[in-house]
Nanobody, 122 residues
Framework: QVQLVESGGGLVQAGGSLRLSCVASGLAFSDYNMGWFRQAPGKEREFVAIISWDGGTTYYADSVVDRFTISRANAKNTVSLQINSLGPGDTAVYHC???????????????WGQGTQVTVSS
């Protein structure tokens, strides 16, 4: 069975930084593009970032460009999200996901983690 397990969330002050990690098992990790989505209370889940299977290409939502960095370590079956300059608008449950496509549409991502909570205090 495929499992994606996120970690690294928590409570952080505005302006701070956080690094989220996602460890995958049960799939050929390097065959998949990996990504991050987030869902704030009362809002729909939104795309955050994607990284290609080899780590050579990345794409970010406009709301996080220049603050977030996605990376992957295929030898460790891990994808990470470095978050800098956190603001209250970043408060959400952050999910990692896997897809064979190049897409921001969550319907095309077959595998999902359960999420990790990021809360930004002011």
């Amino acid at each position: 069975q495929v499992q994606l397990v996120e970690s690294g969330g928590g409570l952080v002050q505005a302006g701070g930084s956080l690094r989220l990690s996602c460890v995958a098992s049960g799939l050929a990790f390097s065959d998949y593009n990996m990504g991050w989505f987030r869902q704030a209370p009362g809002k729909e889940r939104e795309f955050v970032a994607i990284i290609s299977w080899d780590g050579g290409t990345t794409y970010y939502a406009d709301s996080v460009v220049d603050r977030f960095t996605i990376s992957r370590a295929n030898a460790k079956n891990t994808v990470s999200l470095q978050i800098n300059s956190l603001g209250p608008g970043d408060t959400a449950v952050y999910h990692c996901a896997a897809t064979r496509s190049w897409t921001t549409s969550e319907v095309d991502w077959p595998y999902w983690g359960q999420g990790t909570q990021v809360t930004v205090s002011s």
